[in-house]
Nanobody
Framework: QVQLVESGGGLVQAGGSLRLSCAVSGRTFRSLAMGWFRQAPGKEREFVAAINWSGDSTYYADSVKGRFTISRDNAKDTVYLQMNSLKPEDTAVYYC????????????????WGQGTQVTVSS
């Protein structure tokens, strides 16, 4: 069983930055592709960013490209999401997710999820 624990959410003004972390346990971290997703009130969960097992391939939603950066530290079993130039429309609960092997941007392909961390961006 894989456990994922997110941290780093909070309240920030528009234009500010936050860094989310997701600590993973229960399975060899190197075997996992990792993703970040978000869900705003009344909306479906949506893809934000993903990274392959080695960290040399990353993927982003168009809405965050150039502002957010996903990275991972395989020595610490942790994946990060650096969020810069935050906008009020980035307000959501952010979820870390994991799947074996191939990276993906589809919610249904991820079998392991964290509990989520709230990010609120004020205007």
């Amino acid at each position: 069983q894989v456990q994922l624990v997110e941290s780093g959410g909070g309240l920030v003004q528009a234009g500010g930055s936050l860094r989310l972390s997701c600590a993973v346990s229960g399975r060899t971290f190197r075997s996992l592709a990792m993703g970040w997703f978000r869900q705003a009130p009344g909306k479906e969960r949506e893809f934000v960013a993903a990274i392959n097992w080695s960290g040399d391939s990353t993927y982003y939603a168009d809405s965050v490209k150039g502002r957010f950066t996903i990275s991972r530290d395989n020595a610490k079993d942790t994946v990060y999401l650096q969020m810069n130039s935050l906008k009020p429309e980035d307000t959501a609960v952010y979820y870390c997710a994991a799947k074996p092997y191939a990276v993906a941007s589809v919610v249904a392909l991820y079998g392991y999820w964290g509990q989520g961390t709230q990010v609120t961006v004020s205007s």
